[in-house]
Structures are given as structure tokens and as C-alpha cells.
């Protein structure tokens, strides 16, 4: 399966994640994204950069994450994955072995729905070496 057809398939179609992308681990290459969803280049540095704080308390979780040009506030932050919320809405991010997915759910989906999607997924990844 292509790297878009992750995306477009097991993330957007499941209906619980309504933009996604996909980042080598680095944060240096977009291998996938939604139509009209641009992380940009110092928001996914932001990202990599929380995956590389060891502290028992990320730095993140007191500055918040941005995405797409919207601010998060952290609400998990481990070294898998990444929770934020704004408002209702929010973004689940995940680090597999050589990826990093990069998601949002409306505020129409129950957040725990949008987590199962992504951290599936990233299960499955992992699995199969990725």
C-alpha cells in the first residue's frame, strides 16, 4: 500500500480523522498528506523535537504543539504519542519506527475514536517494520 493510500484509506476514510500526513521519523520528508493539510517545516521540527525531550515532563505539555497553524494544548505526551486539543477538535500524533503520522479529528468525533485510528494504525506499521 502507497504511502497516500494510508492516509486516504485507514485514516480519513474510517471517518474518525478528517486530515492527516505522513513524516519520515526525522520530520524531514512529507511522504503523504491530505489536500490542503500543510504542517509546516517548524511545526513538524516542533514535534521531533518533543519525541527527543526525556523528561518525565515534556516541554510541550506546558507551551502547547502547533499544527497546521493552530496552537494544541498537550493532553498526552509519551514517547509514541502526541495528544493535543483546541476546543472540541484536536490532533493525535503517533512515531513508529520510521514514521510519523501526523492527524486531526473534527469536533464532531469522540476524541478515544480518533486515538483507536491512529494508534491502529501505527501498531500495524510497527509490525511490519515501518
Same mark, same amino acid.
Given at each position: 500500500?502507497?504511502w &497516500? ?6 485514516l480519513?476514510? *474510517?471517518g474518525?480523522?478528517d /486530515? ?6 526525522e520530520?524531514?520528508s512529507v511522504? #503523504? ?10 511545526e513538524?521540527k ?5 519525541? /527527543? ?7 510541550? &505539555?506546558?507551551?502547547g ?7 494544541y ?7 509514541? *504519542?502526541?495528544?493535543? /486539543?483546541k476546543g ?6 503517533v /512515531?513508529t519506527?520510521q #514514521?510519523?503520522?501526523?492527524?486531526h ?7 478515544? *475514536?480518533?486515538a483507536?485510528?491512529?494508534? &491502529?494504525l ?6 511490519v517494520k515501518y
Open positions: 500500500m502507497s &497516500q493510500a494510508y492516509v486516504d484509506t485507514s480519513v476514510a *474510517s474518525n480523522i /486530515k492527516a500526513a505522513i513524516f519520515n521519523a520530520g524531514t511522504w #503523504a498528506t491530505s489536500s490542503g493539510f500543510n504542517v509546516k517545516p517548524e513538524i516542533e514535534v521531533v523535537g518533543a519525541y /527527543k525531550d526525556t523528561g518525565d515532563v515534556k516541554k510541550v &505539555q506546558s507551551t504543539l502547533h499544527v497546521a497553524g493552530d496552537r494544548v498537550v493532553i498526552r505526551a509519551d514517547d509514541r *504519542s502526541l495528544y493535543g /486539543k472540541r477538535e484536536g490532533i493525535i500524533i /512515531k519506527t #514514521a510519523i503520522l501526523v492527524t479529528y473534527p469536533e464532531t468525533v469522540q476524541p478515544g *475514536s480518533a483507536l485510528t491512529v494508534e &491502529q501505527g501498531d500495524y506499521l510497527i509490525s
